[in-house]
């Protein structure tokens, strides 16, 4: 991909995405009462930072796991084929299971996800994802719980990337391309 010009504008602060987390973490407590052991699955690589903090505001017995899929590659637009780079390495079946993704767009990863992982006789299976852009939806998914719902802009940040750059933002930044504006 051409590197072209931009710059990040904040649209969701550090400081909000922890005090969301931690209301999400609260319900998820909830609603998990009595399991257990919770088997939570990040989706590498965007949600490495959500999960990492998700899992420090879960004050319950709780497994890590990871699961590699991808539609976008280096791609800006979602192929509409997922494709698993790199499988669970537990066993997931008669388990409670909390899939953790970063953002759902289209909806073709989580939907694939979570009949792959269905296929395998989870005792529950829940899906978190931090972002969500329902208007970009093209097949029938909702996450079970949601932390923010987002316009159709191109973001970065807190673990999502633009061309494998900004992962390491500590915000949700707008990505603004400056090479098209007038000047
Ligand atoms: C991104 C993102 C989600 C998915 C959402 O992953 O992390 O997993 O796309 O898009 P969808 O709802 O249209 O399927 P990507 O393939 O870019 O990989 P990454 O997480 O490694 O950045």
Same mark, same amino acid.
């Not at 209301?23 to 407590?29: M, N, Q, T, W």
């Given at each position: 991909?051409?590197?072209?010009?931009?710059? @990040?504008?904040?649209?969701?602060?550090?400081?909000?995405?922890?005090?969301?987390?931690?209301? $999400?973490?609260? !319900?998820?407590?909830?609603?998990?009462? &009595?399991?257990?052991?919770?088997?939570?699955?990040?989706?590498?690589?965007?949600?490495?930072?959500?999960?990492?903090?998700?899992?420090?505001?879960?004050?319950? *017995?709780?497994?890590?796991?990871?699961?590699?899929?991808?539609?976008?590659?280096?791609?800006?637009?979602?192929?509409?084929?997922?494709?698993? $780079?790199?499988? %669970?390495?537990?066993?997931?079946?008669? /388990?409670?299971? %909390?899939?953790?993704?970063?953002?759902?767009?289209?909806?073709?990863?989580? /939907?694939?996800?979570?009949?792959?992982?269905?296929?395998? *006789?989870?005792?529950? $299976? !829940?899906?978190?994802?931090?972002?969500?852009?329902?208007?970009?939806?093209?097949?029938? @998914?909702?996450?079970?719980?949601?932390?923010?719902?987002?316009?159709?802009?191109?973001?970065? &940040?807190?673990?999502?990337?633009?061309?494998?750059?900004?992962? *390491?933002?500590?915000?949700?930044?707008?990505?603004?391309?400056?090479?098209?504006?007038?000047?």
């Amino acid at each position: 991909m051409p590197h072209r010009a931009y710059v @990040i504008d904040e649209m969701i602060s550090a400081k909000s995405i922890a005090a969301r987390i931690e209301a $999400l973490a609260s !319900e998820i407590k909830t609603a998990f009462t &009595g399991t257990e052991k919770l088997i939570v699955v990040g989706l590498l690589r965007g949600s490495f930072v959500f999960i990492a903090d998700l899992v420090r505001e879960l004050d319950m *017995n709780v497994e890590v796991d990871f699961l590699e899929a991808s539609s976008y590659g280096e791609a800006m637009e979602s192929s509409r084929e997922v494709r698993i $780079l790199k499988d %669970l390495r537990g066993e997931i079946g008669g /388990k409670d299971v %909390l899939v953790v993704e970063d953002i759902v767009d289209t909806g073709f990863t989580l /939907k694939h996800v979570v009949g792959l992982l269905m296929s395998r *006789n989870p005792r529950r $299976l !829940e899906t978190i994802a931090l972002l969500d852009k329902p208007s970009r939806r093209e097949v029938d @998914i909702k996450a079970s719980w949601t932390g923010f719902e987002i316009p159709d802009a191109f973001v970065v &940040g807190y673990g999502i990337d633009f061309a494998q750059r900004n992962r *390491n933002l500590p915000y949700i930044g707008k990505v603004r391309f400056t090479d098209d504006e007038p000047g």
